[in-house]
């Protein structure tokens, strides 16, 4: 943590997580969208399962707790 908090500053590191935060986990799922086979297949996954979405969030909840201290 300390080293991700030496390279970037706390505005950078904030304005990432919001990022990622609003366009992986509250950004409603286009099934107009056509995947193509690049796509992560682990993400592909959680987004099927509502379990592993729920620990994906945690673990997200978690870093951003830590990174934000």
Known sequence: MAEVRRIFTDEEIGQF???LERTKFLAPIDTDLE???SDDPEEDLWLDNPVLA???LLRFSR???LLQQ
Do not use: G, K, M, P
């Open 17 to 19: 997580l919001d990022e």
């Open 35 to 37: 995947l193509d086979d």
């Open 54 to 56: 729920a620990e994906e």
């Open 63 to 65: 870093i951003r707790q």
